[in-house]
């Protein structure tokens, strides 16, 4: 597949973004904040390498490769909510309505791109 790296950016995306999620459902159930040197930080810093590099080759690729359904600027929205998901998600006070709205935006892109991915790469 020519766009291997992108294709498992996206997918470890997803695995961030669906464990940011149980993370923040748990701490909305126990009420505990998370370490921010021992918690936040870590996983806020290894989703922040992997966000960098996706967003500049996802936009790429749609450069190249323009769909209908999914376009750059929706890569760029996509990173900004990331970025905030995984640092809220260690905090029960965020608001319930807000980060479950970025975790479903942000999975309707990664999952349609990374759909994308596989179809460009079987036609090929």
């Known amino acids: 597949m ?8 996206t997918v470890q995306l997803i695995n961030i973004t669906n464990k940011a999620n149980e993370q923040y459902n748990q701490r909305r159930e126990t009420g ?3 370490d921010f040197y021992q918690e936040v930080k870590p996983f806020a810093d290894q989703a922040h390498v992997i966000l960098n590099q996706w967003k500049k080759e996802a936009s ?4 190249h490769h323009p769909k209908k359904n999914i376009h ?19 905090f029960p006070e965020t608001s319930y309505k807000r980060f479950k709205s970025y975790v479903q935006s942000s999975l309707y892109v990664l ?5 994308l991915l596989i179809s460009h790469s079987s036609e090929e």
Do not use: P, S, W
């Open 2 to 9: 020519e766009y291997e790296n992108i294709y498992q950016q």
């Open 72 to 90: 750059q600027n929706q890569i760029a929205a996509t990173a900004e909510n990331l970025e905030l998901i995984v640092v809220q998600c260690f």
């Open 111 to 115: 999952e349609q791109l990374r759909d």
């Open 60 to 63: 790429d690729f749609l450069i």
């Open 32 to 34: 505990e904040k998370g």
